[in-house]
């Protein structure tokens, strides 16, 4: 069985619809409202590069179909040892959201339980929405029938932000809590922190405590003592 995690840990609060920044994936953020939104929508598995959004997505996903009254799981394959048992101790919910595809393949136990999983959701009426970093052919996957299986799902790619878009939504994120990031700073910053927006936004809520404790602005030196102190090697 899986574990039950309060809501708090279950769906972060940064992980919902409206704080994804779609650029170039606006169709597919439609398409996963909808899925969690509307019961019976065509199941969806999307398929992208690592920080392209995609758990993002899921997680959202998942708070919003709660949040409809449905019983929901978010299942992370790549985190966890036990992936036959995991997998079929979501079966029974009515929606759920299963990351990391690829981290099942070539286990033929893993596999056949979500080939189990998938059959009896879909006579159950659940809804599932899958994520992986490759489409359903591309996975390496054991079992043909779970790979035919996926590949009768919608896919959508996801693509990531581009560094102009990631330093965009950074500045516009800055700006809100009352920081001005300028060029200089977000300079320095993309040349030598190279990260996913998630973890970039998640770099600025510390910059913001550390700036308010030290009473300075964020400028590059700044930056440079607050990231040497934090994060060794960086």
């Known amino acids: 069985m899986i574990p039950q995690l309060p809501l708090a840990l279950r769906w972060p609060r940064r992980q919902r619809f409206e704080h994804f920044h779609p650029g170039a994936n ?5 398409a996963v409202e909808q899925l969690a939104q509307a019961p019976g929508a065509s199941w969806l598995y999307l398929a992208g590069p690592v920080g392209s959004g995609k758990s993002h ?18 299942l992370p394959l790549a985190s966890l040892v036990a992936k036959a048992v995991a997998i079929r101790g979501v079966a029974g919910s009515e929606f759920l959201a299963l990351d990391d595809l690829g981290a099942i393949a070539g286990d033929r136990e893993a596999e056949h339980a979500m080939f189990d ?3 009896r959701a879909k006579a159950e009426g659940a809804t599932l929405l899958f994520a992986a970093e490759a489409l359903p052919s591309q996975l390496g996957l054991g079992l043909p029938d779970l790979r ?6 919608q896919q959508a790619l996801i693509k990531p932000l581009d560094d102009a878009e990631r330093r965009d939504v950074l ?5 809100s809590r009352g920081i001005e990031l300028d060029d200089t700073v977000l300079d320095w910053l993309f040349n030598r922190y190279a ?3 998630g973890a970039l936004l998640d770099l600025l809520d ?4 550390a700036s308010l404790a030290a009473r300075r602005k964020i400028t590059v030196p700044f ?3 607050f990231l040497r102190e934090a994060e060794p090697g960086q």
């Open 26 to 30: 606006a169709a597919t953020l439609a």
């Open 57 to 74: 997505l899921l997680m959202a996903a998942c708070q919003a179909a709660f949040a409809g009254g449905r019983t929901v799981q978010y």
């Open 117 to 119: 999983v998938y059959n």
């Open 148 to 153: 035919s299986r996926l590949g009768a799902c």
């Open 171 to 175: 500045r516009r994120q800055a700006a």
């Open 195 to 197: 990260r996913d927006l």
């Open 206 to 209: 510390r910059l913001d405590q």
């Open 223 to 225: 930056l440079r003592g």
